[in-house]
């Protein structure tokens, strides 16, 4: 299974930007899918996560700004970022929990990640 991120870069606060992730290979299910962040000198956190087509989670951080979705025909999660400010700067994962054919459980898939960086 892997996940391929696209769509990082540089922007200006107050700019927009896209992350798309797209899960390939042989695998039974998919149960959720999500994007996590981590900034210089910190933790990796949560930033947003979707189970189903429309169940969502966000940081109190992204709340009203990034939205996150699913196409679950292709396997692939988005989230649109809006009103990005210099602090949303971080290297952006995508994560998947992922079911195999020959497993019961779901496990964690990541992708290898995405630059976002936001400055003036």
């Known amino acids: 299974v892997q996940l391929v991120e696209s769509g990082g870069g540089l922007v200006q606060p107050g700019e927009s930007l896209r992350l798309s992730c797209a899960a390939s290979g042989t695998f039974s299910s998919i149960k959720a899918m999500g994007w996590y962040r981590r900034a210089p000198g910190k933790e990796r956190e949560l930033v947003a996560a979707?189970?189903?087509?429309?169940?969502?989670n966000y940081a109190d951080s992204v709340k009203g700004r990034f939205t996150i979705s699913r196409d679950n025909a292709k396997n692939a999660v988005y989230l649109q970022m809006n009103s990005l400010k210099p602090e949303d700067t971080a290297v952006y994962y995508c994560?998947?929990?992922?079911?195999?054919?020959?497993?019961?459980?779901?496990?964690?898939?990541w992708g290898q990640g995405t630059q976002v960086t936001v400055a003036s």
């Open positions: 994560n998947a929990k992922i079911r195999q054919y020959s497993d019961y459980a779901y496990y964690d898939h």
């Open positions: 979707i189970a189903g087509s429309s169940t969502t």
